[in-house]
Structure formats: C-alpha cells, structure tokens
C-alpha cells in the first residue's frame, strides 16, 4: 500500500507533537506540508520534519491534496480548517477542544459525515488508562463508585497567549484542560454525564477562568470530581479511580504506570508498561482508520457528548468568562 500522505495545520507546540509522532510511523506515511500563520514556524518544522511550508492551510490542501490533516491551530480556526479539508474528502485528525462552543463542534461533525473524523482526545491512547479500563470492564474494582482527577500546574503561558483569549479559545481552562478530564470521565465509565454542576475562578488578571472544578455524575451513578487550575505551584496529574473492590491510580508523573489495590490485598499492585506514547499511538490509530476503512476510537459524537457537558458546566458556573 502506498504510503498515508499526511499534512500538519498550525506548527505550534501540539503541531510539533502530531509531527513527532507521524515521523514514527515513518514506514506508513509521509509528512507532505505543514501550514503555518506564522511561516517562520512552519519552516521550522519542516526542517526536521520535512514537507513543503505553506502560511495558509487551504492553499496548502489545494497545493498538495493530502490523504489526511491534523489540525492543530487554536479553537477558533478548527471549523475553518475542518470545513476546507471536509470539501476536498481529506481525513481529519483534529485538536481538543474540538471547538469553542457546541454549535461550532455540530459543525464540525456535520461538515465531516461519511468522512474519517478523529477528535484528539490523546488520553484514550494512555496505555495505564488503557489498562485501568481492562481492570474495570475485567470487574476487579467492583462497581464503580467515584472518579477523582486533578491537572494543575502554573501555566507560564496563561496571560500571554490566545490561550487566555476568550474569542480565540473559547472559555479558560474548563474548555482547555477539563474537556480532556470529562472525556477521561466517560472512557473510564463507559457511560454518558447526566449530572454537571461546575465552579470556576480567575485569580491572574486575564479575561477567563484560571481554575475550574466540575462535579458531574454518570447515567449509571459513578460520581467524578474533576478538577484543575493553571494557578497552583505544585504540578500534579493524577485519575484516581474508586470502586467497591479496589481502587486504581494514573499518575501521570509515573509515566507508564498503573497502580491498584483491590479489597483483599495488603500492598499496591503496580503494572509498567513498554509503550509507545499515547500522541504516537493516537497517530498510530488514526492511521489504520485510513488504513481499514475502521470507525476512529474518539469519534464526532464523543466529541459532541464532551462539548454538551463543557456548556452545561459554564451554565452552572455561571460563568462563560
Ligand atoms: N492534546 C493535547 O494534549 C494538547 C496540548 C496542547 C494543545 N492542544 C490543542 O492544540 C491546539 C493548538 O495548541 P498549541 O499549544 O499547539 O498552540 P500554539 O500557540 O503553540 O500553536 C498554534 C499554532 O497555530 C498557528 N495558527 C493560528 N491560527 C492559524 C491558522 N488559521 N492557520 C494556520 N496556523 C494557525 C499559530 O501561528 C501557532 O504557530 C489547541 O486546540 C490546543 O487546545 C492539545
């Protein structure tokens, strides 16, 4: 089969990510262009990457006609660029969040229908997620019971990025990092969010909110507390997973590990795993969707189901700043 011509939107910092991460399937695809605003950044890219640079995304399409896209641009640009690749049959690999609103992200899924559509919702391809949903459809922590994740840091980028621009990204980082904590949510649980009831403050002086609890509860009951902040010192990445028999934990300062304890046991359980990382492994995926004709594992209506939660969240908080 010949080679999965491949083309990257927005060479920024997840640009340079997807790029790493097509390189590795070097023997599958081939990296064709890179567009950029900012050509400078598209060129630099391209000189470890390799592909043609282009300063404009559709012209780089027309130029190329490219088997598949990345899109990697801020939120703003995502309709755009998924509209331009939708109308020349190109398959879309795009960014989280999958817009700024719902409205945008039904565009989104409408523009793509009978098209390979793949939201980048890269903690799916987490191999300790992975196996914390084997131990949990395996029935080894017993019925769920509550979900419990924190993705804090001090975002040096906060105030000094379109990150922190409420046209350009959306909302703050409820829509920018707690739309990965919803998504982790429901892969875990295998169950859609009933309930949403979300708090949100800004404590730097920039437009949206900086830190963002959500409350949310499953179809089937699990409770998840699911929260983050780009203002608090101490960096921290963790899902800790509580069930009726156990209790399972992805620190993602681990790495490649999962560890549990279940009811009976006196010590933790840690499983390391050999893998590649999940950005390789989302890549991996969407290739062989190509590949195969196969439906992608984080589809259009995930997509959907994540936005429908971030909006109620902003209702509930009050708050869309
Ligand atoms: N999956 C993840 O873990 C993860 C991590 C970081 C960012 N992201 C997402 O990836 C997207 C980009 O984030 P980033 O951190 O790479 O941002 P960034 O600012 O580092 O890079 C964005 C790039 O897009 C370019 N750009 C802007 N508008 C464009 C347009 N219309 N056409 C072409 N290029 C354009 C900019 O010049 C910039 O180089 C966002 O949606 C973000 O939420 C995802």
Same mark, same amino acid.
């Given at each position: ?93 795009? *960014? ?6 719902? #409205? &945008?992200? $039904? =565009?989104?899924? @409408? ?5 390979? !559509? ?69 892969a875990l649980t ?7 009831r979300a708090a ?35 960096? *921290? ?6 069930? #009726? &028999?156990? $209790? =399972?934990?992805? @620190? ?5 590990? !999962? ?63």
């Open positions: 089969m010949a080679k999965i011509r491949v083309a990257v939107i927005g060479a920024g910092g997840i640009g340079g990510t997807h790029l790493r991460a097509y390189a590795a399937h070097a023997e599958r695809c081939e990296i064709v262009g890179i567009a950029d605003l900012l050509e400078s950044a598209a060129r630099e890219k391209a000189a470890t990457y390799g592909g043609a640079v282009f300063s404009d995304g559709e012209a780089m399409l027309d130029a190329l006609n490219p088997d598949a896209v990345s899109i990697c641009t801020p939120p703003k640009y995502h309709l755009t660029a998924v509209r331009a690749a939708a109308a020349r049959d190109i398959a879309v690999l795009c *960014e989280k969040p999958p817009a700024r609103t719902l #409205a &945008e992200t $039904q =565009a989104i899924v @409408d523009a793509m229908r009978g098209k390979l !559509l793949q939201f980048a919702f890269c903690h799916r391809f987490h191999t300790p997620l992975r196996a914390a949903q084997d131990l949990i459809q395996g029935g080894k922590l017993g019925e769920l019971v509550q979900i419990e994740n924190r993705f804090a840091f001090r975002f040096s980028r906060a105030g000094k990025s379109w990150f922190t621009e409420a046209d350009i990204a959306g909302g703050g980082i409820l829509i920018d990092t707690l739309v990965h904590s919803i998504d982790i949510f429901r295998g169950d859609e969010i009933e309930r949403t949100v403050s800004t404590s730097l002086p920039i437009e949206v909110e900086d830190s963002a609890s959500l409350l949310v509860q499953s179809e089937s009951g699990v409770i998840g507390s699911l929260n983050c902040s780009w203002v608090t010192p101490v960096a *921290e990445a963790i899902v800790r997973i509580h069930g #009726a &028999e156990g $209790q =399972a934990v992805i @620190d993602y300062d681990a790495d490649a590990e !999962l560890r549990y304890r279940l009811a009976e046991d006196e010590d933790w359980t840690v499983q390391r795993f050999d893998a590649p990382d999940r950005f390789v492994a989302q890549a991996d995926h969407f290739l062989r969707c190509i590949e195969s004709g196969g439906d992608p594992l984080v589809s259009g209506a995930d997509g959907l189901a994540v936005m429908r939660v971030i909006e109620s969240a902003y209702e509930s908080a009050g708050s869309r700043s």
